[in-house]
């Protein structure tokens, strides 16, 4: 009887520190997780994605997208502006377009090109800041819960 007890000690106390082990690795795995979206949220700092521009076989989205800043915007921009622009995600049936991914070579040039953004209310573009999947979860959950959570105000 006295070996099982022992044994079973033995047993137990190996199980508490497999349990610590998991319970430090489980916060270690967190830790590199935020570390990870931060450094991914970092490199996508100068992006932003635009939706409602037209696809069409032979375009020259750099082209495009100075017209749109130039002209609708009304922010001055230049070919060298832009590091590249390349379209995103799968194409749709319903409106047939993609999102464009726009690298700006300054992150001063890309926060004049956002912060004039409304002036595309109206038409059928848009423009956000290319956040990480955790990033835009996060911003989706805020804004749901400020249209329909108990706090909800609205101001018109």
Known sequence: M????????????????????????????SELTDKFDLLEQYFKKNFLRFLGIAENNDEDLVEIIVSLINN??????????????????????????????????????????????????????SVYEDLTRKRYDLLKEAKKRIWHGPQMVKYF
């Open 72 to 125: 609708t915007l009304k922010v001055p921009c230049a070919n060298q502006d832009i590091d590249y622009t390349f379209r995103v995600s799968k194409l749709t049936q319903a409106d047939n377009t993609r999102a464009v991914l726009v690298n700006f070579v300054s992150n001063i040039k890309r926060t004049q090109v956002f912060n004039s953004r409304k002036l595309l209310k109206g038409t059928n573009l």
């Open 2 to 29: 006295e070996k099982i007890n022992k044994k079973l000690m033995d047993v137990s106390d190996s199980l508490k520190l497999l349990d610590k082990t998991v319970s430090s690795n489980t916060k270690a795995i």
